[in-house]
């Protein structure tokens, strides 16, 4: 098995603070971030930042459907890590400033991968599609801070 790997950034005219708070907002914000490929979105613990626990389903494609149950971690004040419960994967942003006030997130998701041809298609694919899904939640973030 490889370790498949998917990352998108964005700009924003927004504070470093402001953005990791609407962020690290499991509970009011970061539903109205989601796009359609989410559903069933439920937070089971906590809602702010670290200690946060959160459900949800991910349409990756047409078949494929992930069952997602999330907990967050904050391992430094301009991270939060997602580590789901029923995969590998692990969804990591990063907020850091851009000149006097504006911040830059770096999304990062990666899982172990399956092996053979399906793993090729897989290592291919799917960054493609994950980033496409994570550049849509970046967008609504914008339109959240504006």
């Not at 609407?22 to 089971?44: F, G, I, K, N």
């Not at 942003?93 to 092996?115: F, K, L, P």
């Amino acid at each position: 098995m490889g370790k498949v790997q998917a990352g998108t950034e964005r700009v924003y005219q927004a504070t470093p603070k402001q953005v990791y708070e609407a962020l690290a907002d499991y509970t009011t914000v970061r539903p109205r971030l989601l796009p359609a490929q989410y559903s069933e979105y439920e937070v089971r613990a906590g809602g702010t930042g670290a200690g946060t626990q959160v459900h949800w389903r991910l349409q990756a494609t047409e078949k494929r459907v992930r069952d997602c149950l999330f907990t967050v971690t904050e391992p430094s004040p301009e991270k939060l890590v997602e580590t789901d419960a029923n995969s590998t994967m692990v969804i990591t942003w990063t907020v850091s400033a851009v000149g006097e006030s504006g911040s830059r997130v770096s999304v990062e998701a990666s899982w172990q991968g399956a092996t053979g041809i399906g793993g090729f298609f897989e290592r291919t694919f799917a960054p493609k599609g994950l980033n496409r899904i994570h550049d849509a939640v970046l967008a609504k973030l914008a339109d959240e801070l504006a």
